[in-house]
């Protein structure tokens, strides 16, 4: 039996950490003459570059507008076929289709919630079955655990399409391959990455995302999709009337991010180890705390070689023998609304992207997808910022066990 705590201040799932050195970065700028397309941009791009490994960083307004970027600049037009896995935020998804592409979906493993290579080979047969080449391929690195991307950049290459990696989560996170560690979001094996500075995320910058490449091609492409497709370089211009002339070379976007998040991302990066390790420090007490109980509930795996960023802590309820999965989603309702009632704020990270009507209406999502269904069933996100106190680790998982220990 869990032993419900007496504390009734609220815990949400997850928040930002913001010191009085990240307010005054920000009233820094506020005070200087650039508010935006100043020189805070450029300083925080160069702060990611160097946090991933990256040769380069392009900062823009959110990190769905980092993917609908990264897919245009991945070649993915009206038409064109984009494959990403079920289990994420549906910005992963709807990216393709911002850029006229279609959708489809790859499994997820069910213990661990990432793309499973299996489903994505499935995937890319029935793409050339139906005489279809996909143009991108977005493995997303689910709670911090980045994906198997050397599987799927090599089922990618095969067929021509780009990798983009989805690394919202995983920001200080690594992997690796052959024995050999990578970071997160270095594209040593993706041709792009994306990030996200929602609050929720490892830093923050409000609203903002930025996408990484090692490719100079790509980074100008980028670049001038950011801003309406404009250049103003004077090697690639058809010609120049004069200092303030520019050139539109494609349909771009105002897709851009102001000083003032900037300073607020640059002062955050600063801070990005010790958010990572508090983190992983919460990660361990919550395995420690539930690891007596893995009869009822199992934390989400995490692949081996790896040190996931820790963005999310999600917890598996265990189904009972012969349990439906139904069944095991009123378990995870009923817990949720006791958390609720006890001020500790769950959250479900994802419903199944392919299920959504959305897609549905729009002939997308057919696919059978068993590992997310499981996986949707009974997956719940704990608790977990930097700033929480070992004793709400206790709490939370004294609530949960509370709930899952009775019959119901
Ligand atoms: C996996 C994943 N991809 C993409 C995004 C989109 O990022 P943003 O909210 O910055 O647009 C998110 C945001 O929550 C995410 O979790």
Redo the contacts with the bound molecule.
């Keep these: 039996m869990g032993v419900v705590s007496s504390d009734t201040s609220p815990l949400p799932y997850g928040r930002q950490s913001i010191d009085d050195d990240d307010i005054a970065a920000v009233v820094r700028v506020l005070r200087s003459d650039f508010l935006t397309q100043g020189p805070e941009v450029k300083r925080f791009e160069e702060g990611l570059a160097e946090a991933t490994g990256a040769k380069y960083a392009v900062a823009v307004s ?6 609908h970027l990264a897919c245009i600049a991945a070649g993915v037009r009206t038409g064109d076929t984009g494959i990403t896995a079920t289990v ?2 549906v ?2 998804a709807n990216a393709i289709r911002y850029a006229g592409g279609n959708v489809r979906f790859a499994d997820v493993n069910a213990d661990t919630g990432l793309i499973s290579t299996a489903s994505l080979a499935e995937r890319i047969a029935e793409c050339k079955k139906d005489g279809v080449s996909p143009k991108v391929v977005i493995p ?3 709670t911090g655990a980045v994906a198997d991307l050397a599987e799927v950049q090599a089922q990618a290459r095969a067929v021509g399409a780009k990798v983009i990696e ?1 690394a ?2 995983s920001l200080g996170g690594t992997y690796t391959v052959d024995g050999k560690k990578y970071r997160a979001a270095s594209c040593a094996h993706a041709d792009m990455a ?1 990030l ?3 609050p ?2 490892h830093v923050t910058t409000g ?3 930025a996408i990484t490449t090692n490719d100079d091609a790509l980074y100008r492409e980028l670049c001038d999709l950011r801003t309406h497709g404009i250049t103003k370089d004077p090697a690639r211009l058809t010609h120049s009337d004069g200092p303030f002339y520019y050139e539109q070379h494609m349909l771009g976007f105002n897709y851009r991010i102001t000083d003032m998040q900037c300073a607020l991302g640059s002062s955050q990066l600063a801070k990005l180890s010790r958010f990572v390790d508090r983190r992983r420090a919460l990660a361990t007490l919550y395995d420690q705390a539930f690891r007596p109980h893995a009869d009822k509930v199992v934390p989400l795996a995490v692949p081996a070689g790896g040190d996931s960023a820790r963005h999310l802590y999600v917890i598996r309820i265990v189904a009972r023998d012969g349990e439906s999965l139904d069944s095991v989603t009123a378990r995870r309702r009923a817990l949720f609304e006791a958390l609720v009632a006890q001020k500790i704020f769950p959250q479900v ?1 994802y419903i199944p992207v392919h299920t959504q009507p959305d897609f549905q209406r729009n002939g997308m999502g057919k696919e059978t997808l068993p590992g997310a269904q499981a996986y949707y069933a009974g997956c719940l996100s704990l608790p977990m910022f930097p700033a929480m106190a070992d004793g709400d680790v206790q709490r939370v998982v004294g609530g949960v066990m509370d709930v899952l220990s009775r019959p119901l």
Excluded: P, Q
């Design positions: 959110n990190g769905t507008a980092a993917l994420t935020f910005a992963s997303v690195d689910l989805d919202a989560h994306i996200s500075f929602h929720v995320k609203e903002g995302g990270h």
